[in-house]
């Protein structure tokens, strides 16, 4: 009967880490061993197979398009692998780990995340904050919320809102400049990390795509949002991000004409790996509170609120 595994395990393991990350160091680091090490584990690799995993290119390791079309594979059975030891020893199923990035950590989660503690108190959330797509295969990481088109390889995903958006601005702004129809004479914030579009928001309001809009130019969506919130300018936001300093008065939206994206809030986990215990609880906390959040929630009194 031939082997089906004529590779060693951690032969194996070292070919998923270096077609992942693009080199030897991080799979000499994560096995224990030298980078030479490793060498030797993908030469006899590719010896034992017949076949090269790798072009040896100068800017280093390729891995050919056979190993990418498999790596999905490669890389949940590794995650399964965790998660199944990690179930056997009771090990992580106290901690979710999030990877999420700054405006929907800062606008929207951290203002509800200690709903989910309180109804779950045993588990405790920690959040990776970063605009970095961080690599889902982590131990350390269960799931990233993310925002984009969704065309992102090697996950799985789950829309959870944020499609639609339109301008805000504080009401000091709307008070200086009460007519919001002369949008070229009014300051216009730059978040340059946004994917939300102008031309798109123009367009379809009744403008024409190509007004030269002007203001304030800032790197970080964050702090383009706190800018918008003191005053400083009109800025192109999801409505999702805005509801909460929309309902507690921080900011309006002076034309209430919401345009729909292909960009959305995505939960995405590494394709293949079994969903948790801990995770499930988190998808479905995270549904009702998305619902609820378009209604105001956060910042009711009385029934609906408790």
């Not at 584990?41 to 398009?65: D, I, N, S």
């Not at 300051?187 to 367009?203: E, F, K, N, R, Y």
């Amino acid at each position: 009967m031939s082997n089906p595994f004529p590779i060693p395990l951690n032969a194996l393991r070292a070919i998923e880490i270096v077609a992942r990350a693009g080199a030897l160091a991080p799979a000499a680091e994560e096995l224990g061993v030298t980078v030479g090490a490793v060498s030797q584990h993908l030469r006899r690799a590719e010896e034992r197979l017949g076949m090269e995993l790798f072009a040896r290119t100068p800017q280093g390791l390729k891995p050919v398009p056979e190993l990418i079309e498999i790596l999905p594979q490669l890389s949940a059975g590794f995650a399964s692998l965790r998660d199944g030891l990690a179930t056997l020893t009771g090990a992580h199923e106290g901690v979710l780990n999030i990877t999420v990035g700054s405006v929907f950590a800062s606008r929207w989660l951290i203002w509800r995340v200690n709903k989910f503690s309180s109804r779950h108190p045993g588990l405790e959330v920690r959040l990776t904050v970063t605009a970095a797509m961080l690599d889902l295969t982590r131990p350390d990481l269960d799931c990233g919320i993310r925002f984009g088109d969704g065309n992102w390889p090697g996950v799985s995903l789950s829309l959870i809102g944020g499609q639609d958006f339109q301008p805000v601005c504080a009401p000091e702004l709307l008070r200086r400049y009460p007519n919001m129809a002369e949008l070229g004479k009014i300051p216009v914030i730059a978040d340059q990390t946004s994917m939300l579009d102008w031309p798109l928001w123009l367009g379809a309001a009744g403008f024409d795509p190509n007004l030269k809009l002007s203001g304030p130019v800032y790197s970080d969506a964050s702090l383009a949002f706190d800018a918008a919130i003191s005053g400083q300018g009109i800025l192109l936001a999801a409505d999702m991000m805005s509801a909460d300093a929309v309902c507690d008065g921080r900011l309006v939206r002076p034309f209430e004409k919401p345009v729909q994206s292909t960009y959305g809030y995505y939960l995405a986990t590494a394709r293949g790996r079994r969903e948790s215990k801990k995770l499930k609880l988190f998808r479905d906390w995270l549904a009702e509170e998305v619902a609820a959040s378009a209604r105001g929630y956060l910042f009711q009194s009385g029934p609906d609120a408790s």
